[in-house]
């Protein structure tokens, strides 16, 4: 991280709001289970989460958070919800926004009061929050000026909503439709804030993956998103959930809440119990069961990127190509791959219709960013041009010199046909854990081992960091995005792999209609 007192770095730390609002916090009475205290004594897991979120400052405007986004994820009985709720009424009274309004939305009516029903006892308990003007009614908590309310997930009445301050309590069940209209409602907000708190779960369509599946590559250095403030409390890949040591990874306030003694309890029943050992997996120790884990590493991956490479320094090599057309109103990828000295270069572009890049700007706004940088081509209308990938393909055929070019199967029939009548060695490669096998072992060593090169393309990184692989019981591979209906594409990592399987096959003699023209 750059240093807080570099004047060019928009950020800037505020002791002063860190302290303000754990003080506030620590006003607050325990309204729910047993306690030590009658006041919440914040732990040192907590006292993390609040610094970072208030503390950190636009140095452009002190008033403002630097974050307006959180994804907490934690394991079940670790406090969350009362701490949302302390965060919502602290936006309330400090944060200072006018017509402050907070929303606690959920998927149900009973899930959305959880929050809002622990913020209404907590005013009720507290003479100091009344004798402010703050009152607790029935299905409200209201100021003179600002409000708390539950909104559940029938989106469709919520468009007169104009929220500061969201708590979507439980992500991992949300669908989008809640959580898109109430972030769309906050357009006219200058400070505003949206808290996802969850345990994990099944749904890897929900708001909560998706969160998460962000926040992963915004770790990874995928993505750029100083807004967003992501706390994971997980098992490190490898653990055993049976293990007590590993318990607390994933709830970091083990002892207090949850006792030792209930989460013992609970995994000896997961043992003993059949069905019962996904729910502790998911619930207590905060794993997505059904999702797959990244196939390449991504240090491995940044390690191989080398941006001075250029695809005319490689002018007369002998080279393969390789080609995903997708869907018609899809991404697609076309890569030409190289071999010098055992080491692999490879060189990708994408194209993806006009109409589309508008109508997906929420689940990958990073479109209109690898437009702007020239990494993705546009082609006009709603549907991908075809003909404009042939007309490329058959460019770099002129300038290198192509050995083979290989097709996924989907929608390539018509662009093989046309490459093959002019003597184009075009052919379609069937993909299937019998083809794509060797060309991905070939692609994971090479990149584990420092063997493959690229030219540190974010769009390429984008689609190598979304591959996961199933294995089968013979030891095969197939990569593949990481469920049928996600946004995350994997369009490049297919066409290097086309391209790559008919590298690793025995030498083919060069086509006679290669000419090279220099």
């Known amino acids: 991280m750059r240093a807080a007192t570099d004047p060019s770095w928009p950020y800037v730390w505020s002791e002063a709001h860190a302290a303000e609002a754990c003080t506030f916090l620590e006003q607050l009475p325990h309204v729910e289970g047993r306690w030590t205290t009658p006041l919440i004594q914040l732990e040192p897991c ?40 302390g965060i919502a009424l602290f936006h309330l009274v400090r944060e200072h926004e006018p017509g402050a309004s907070v929303v606690c939305g959920a998927t149900t009516g009973s899930q959305a ?6 913020a209404q006892r907590m005013v009720q308990a507290s003479a100091w929050l009344r004798e402010q003007g703050i009152q607790a009614l029935a299905n409200a908590i209201v100021t003179p000026t600002a409000t708390i309310k539950p909104v559940n997930a029938k989106a469709s009445t919520q468009d007169g909503l104009n929220p500061s301050c969201i708590v979507l309590d439980e992500s991992h069940a949300q669908k989008f439709a809640l959580h898109d209209v109430l972030k769309s409602a906050q357009g006219a907000r200058v400070n505003p804030l949206m808290c996802c708190p969850t345990t994990a779960g099944y749904d890897l369509l929900s708001v909560g993956y998706a969160l998460r599946t962000t926040l992963t590559k915004v770790l990874q250095g995928v993505f750029d998103a100083d807004h967003f403030l992501g706390v994971i409390y997980t098992l490190d890949e490898g653990d055993d959930w049976r293990d007590p040591a590993v318990w607390i990874k994933a709830n970091p306030m083990l002892g207090i809440t949850p006792t030792t003694d209930w989460v013992a309890n609970y995994c000896r029943d997961a043992q003993q119990t059949p069905g019962l050992e996904g729910e502790f997996r998911i619930k207590v120790c905060s794993e997505w069961l059904q999702s797959a884990r990244s196939w390449l590493s991504m240090s491995r991956w940044d390690a191989c990127a080398d941006p001075t490479l250029t695809l005319e320094s490689f002018r007369g090599a002998r080279c393969a190509i390789g080609a995903d057309l997708a869907q018609l109103d899809d991404i697609a990828a076309a890569a030409v791959l190289f071999e010098r000295e055992d080491c692999i270069y490879a060189f990708t572009k994408f194209y993806l219709p006009r109409g589309v890049v508008e109508m997906r700007a929420r689940t990958v706004p990073a479109y209109a960013l690898w437009v702007r940088a020239g990494i993705l081509e546009l082609t006009e209308g709603t549907m991908i041009d075809y003909g404009k990938i042939e007309a490329d393909i058959r460019g770099w055929c002129r300038l290198f010199n192509v050995f083979a070019i290989r097709f996924d199967q989907y929608g390539s029939a018509g662009v093989v046909s046309n490459l093959a009548a002019d003597g184009f060695p075009a052919a379609i490669l069937d993909k299937s854990r019998k083809t ?37 019981i013979d030891d095969s591979i197939l990569p593949k995005k990481d469920s049928a209906e996600s946004a995350n594409k994997i369009d490049g990592i297919d066409a290097i792999l086309q391209a790559l399987s008919a590298m690793l096959t025995p030498a083919a003699p060069v086509p006679d209609y290669q000419i090279l023209l220099w």
């Open 436 to 472: 794509i096998t060797p060309p991905a072992r070939e692609l994971e060593a090479r990149v584990t081992h420092g063997r493959f090169r690229h030219d540190g393309n974010s769009c390429l990184k984008w689609m190598a960091s979304n591959a996961v692989v199933t294995r089968g």
């Open 46 to 85: 907590q006292v993390w989460l609040v610094t970072t979120l208030f503390g950190w400052r636009q140095r452009a405007h002190p008033a403002r958070r630097r974050f307006t986004l959180l994804y907490f994820e934690v394991g079940r009985k670790a406090a969350k919800s009362t701490l949302m709720a």
């Open 113 to 118: 009061r959880i929050v809002f029903g622990i």
